[in-house]
């Protein structure tokens, strides 16, 4: 079993609907949880950070951490066609080496 | 954000020669950077940890001799892929660890823009 599972999709969405995507990891010692978002052929770029459980919210993105279920999601309002990229979550000790999934492709169509 | 800087962001060599890609940390020191590589929908996968002033630390299975990593100074690592051969050809990521206030607190690995590597 991978340590950070995440479903590569693609997710294929409405503009405007409100997205949910998802990582389920086996590490109990995980205590930092990062969602990145990767356009093609560029760096990933940070878009949320949280520790330990609970919710953080910044602008139209949400991120939920359960660590009781070992799940972590990330919610987008309002999609938008310039939100299509792929979305990586990352989690870690502390050591600041975190450990990716593979990322979920997601497509918003006009 | 922290800005790392990756170049270049293409290249494409024959087989057999050297290729240098260079990651910048332009506002702020960075102590430690990574290199990462990423095939067509896969994960990053870390294939060093590039320590300033000392040796690099390579993952498991990656070939120290193939990858040369230099971290010269705080701001500059580069990463010399040897006699390359078309299995090389990838995407090649950097990152650097900062801290930013805007990220709630405490370090955050901030990325290049990545290096696709073409060997013909």
């Known amino acids: 079993q991978k340590e950070v599972e995440q479903d590569p999709g693609p997710l294929s969405v409405p503009e405007g609907a409100i997205v949910s995507l998802n990582c389920t990891y086996s590490?109990?010692?995980?205590?930092?949880f990062m969602w990145y978002r990767q356009y093609s052929r560029k760096g990933p770029e940070l878009l949320m950070y949280?520790?330990?459980?609970g919710n953080k919210e910044d602008g139209r993105f949400t991120a939920q951490v359960d660590k009781s279920s070992k799940y972590i999601s990330l919610f987008i309002r309002d999609s938008q066609p310039s939100d299509s990229a792929t979305y990586l979550c990352a989690t870690s000790t502390g050591s600041y080496i975190p450990t990716f999934g593979r990322g979920t492709s997601l497509i918003v169509h006009p | 954000g922290a800005v790392v800087s990756q170049h270049p962001s293409w290249v494409i060599c024959k087989s057999g020669t050297s290729v240098k890609i260079e990651c910048r940390s332009l506002d702020f020191q960075a102590t430690t950077m990574f290199w990462y590589r990423q095939f067509p929908k896969q994960s990053l996968m870390l294939m060093a940890t590039s320590n300033e002033g000392s040796k690099a630390t390579y993952e498991q299975g990656v070939e120290k001799d193939k990858f040369l990593i230099n971290h010269a100074s705080l701001t500059l690592s580069t990463l010399t892929v040897t006699s390359a051969h078309p299995e090389d050809s990838s995407f090649y990521i950097c990152?650097?660890?900062?801290?930013?206030?805007?990220?709630?607190?405490?370090?955050?690995?901030?990325f290049g823009s990545g290096t696709q590597l073409s060997v013909l």
């Open positions: 949280t520790y330990s459980s």
């Open positions: 990152s650097a660890r900062a801290y930013r206030v805007e990220h709630g607190g405490n370090e955050k690995l901030f």
């Open positions: 590490n109990s010692a995980f205590q930092y």
